[in-house]
C-alpha cells in the first residue's frame, strides 16, 4: 500500500493519466463519430444514385443513353451536374416529348425527392454544376439597383427589360421570367439551358446572381404599380413607339380635319 501510494505521487503520475486519458479519448471518437457519419452519408448517398439509376434507366435513358453516354435523340449527360437535371426536371422541360425548335417548360411529372435521385445519378457520371442551397439563391438583402444593371448588361437582349421574354431566331423564344423560382432562376444562369449563355460563378459571382434575382422579382411582384406611367405591356420602345405613332399622329390628324373643316366654315359665311 505504502508503495503504491508513493509512486502515485511521483511528479509525472498526473501527466502520465491526463495522456492516457487524451489518448484513449481521442482514439475512440476517431474510431467511431466521424467515421459513423461519414459512412452514413456514404451508403444515403449510393442509395440515392441507385435510386436515380433506376427512374433514368426508365424515364430518359432512350433517348440519353444508357449510361448517360447520349443518342441521336438528346444529348449526353455526362459532366452537366447536378444543376441541370434539377432545373430541366424542375421545370418540367424534362422528360422531352415532341421534337421541336425548343424544349418548353410543361407540368412536372418528379417529385423533388425523385429529381434529388435523378440529379444524384447524372452528377455520379461526371463532374458539373452543383444544385445551389437556399442560402445561395434566396434574394434577401440583395442590391435590386445593381440586379436591374446587371439584367440590362447580360439578360435584357434577349428576356427584354423587365423579362417579359421575346422571340429568337429558329422559332426559338427567351422565356417571361415573371413566375420563375428563384432557385430555377439561379440554375438557368448556372447551367444555360439550350440557347442560352452559361453565366458560371467565374464569370459572374453568386453575390451578381443574387441581385438579379431580387431585381427579377421586384420588377415582376410590382406589375400593378408602375411609376412611370402606363407600362404597355412592358415591352419597352417597340410598344412605346408603336403608342407614339398610333395616338400621337392619330391626334395630330384629327386637329388638322377639325382645323380644315373650320376654316372651310369661315369661308362659306
Ligand atoms: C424524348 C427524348 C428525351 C427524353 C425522354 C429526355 N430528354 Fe433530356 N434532353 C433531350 C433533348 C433533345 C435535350 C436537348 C435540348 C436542347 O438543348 O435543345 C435534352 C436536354 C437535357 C438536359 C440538359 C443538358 C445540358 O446540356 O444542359 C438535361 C439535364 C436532361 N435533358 C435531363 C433529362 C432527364 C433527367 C430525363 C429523364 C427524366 C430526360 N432528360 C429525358 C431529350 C430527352
Ligand atoms: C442569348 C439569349 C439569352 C440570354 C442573353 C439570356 N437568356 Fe435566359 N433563356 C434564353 C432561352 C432561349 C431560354 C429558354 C431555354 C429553354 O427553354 O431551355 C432561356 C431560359 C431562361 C430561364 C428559364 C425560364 C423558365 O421558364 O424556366 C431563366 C430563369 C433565364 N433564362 C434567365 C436568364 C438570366 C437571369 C439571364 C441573364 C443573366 C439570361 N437568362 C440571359 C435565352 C437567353
Known sequence: MKKLSARRRHPLAAVVVLLLALAATGGLYAAFAPAGTAKADETAQSLAIEEGKKLYTVGCASCHGTGGQGTTDGPSLVGVGSAAVDFQVGT????????????PRKKVIYSQAEIDQLAAYVASLGAGPITPKAGQYSPDGADIAKGGDLFRNN????????????????????????????????????????NMPSFPDTTMPEKEKKD????VQAVNSDRTETPGGFKLGALGPVSEGLFAWVFGLGALIACAVWVAAHTAKAKKS
Open 92 to 103: 418540367g422541360r424534362m422528360p422531352a416529348q415532341q421534337p421541336g425548335a425548343q424544349v
Open 155 to 194: 439578360c435584357a437582349q434577349c428576356h427584354n427589360f423587365t423579362g417579359e421574354g421575346g422571340a429568337l431566331t429558329h422559332g426559338k423564344y427567351a422565356p417571361n421570367l415573371a413566375n420563375v423560382s428563384p432557385k430555377h432562376l439561379y440554375e438557368a444562369m448556372q447551367t444555360g439551358p439550350q
Open 212 to 215: 438579379i434575382i431580387a431585381y
